[in-house]
């Protein structure tokens, strides 16, 4: 009986790749989807008390200030100009 053993060489690590590649994805599936993984839904009591993120800016004592307005025409930027390019469209 003759075996072919380059085929059974390159068979056997595309085998255990195959079985650690499922291992890794069943075991994800179990940790994020197992049993202790419940929705974490908040009650309205709960909720009432947690403030937002403005909310304790304010009682902080900070307020929105808005940015000056960009003028219409750009002053020139400092530093050289910008070389054409070698073919302009036409």
Request: proline share 16%.
């Amino acid at each position: 009986m003759v075996l072919d053993h380059a085929r059974h060489i390159g068979v056997r690590p595309v085998l255990v790749a195959l079985a650690i590649a499922i291992f890794g994805i069943l075991a994800m599936l179990f940790v994020d989807h197992g049993p202790w993984s419940h929705p974490h839904a908040r009650t309205a009591s709960l909720s009432d008390h947690q403030m937002t993120t403005a909310q304790a800016a304010r009682d902080a004592g900070a307020v929105v200030v808005p940015t000056a307005p960009k003028p219409a025409v750009e002053p020139e930027p400092p530093g050289p100009k910008q070389a054409e390019p070698p073919n302009p469209k036409p």
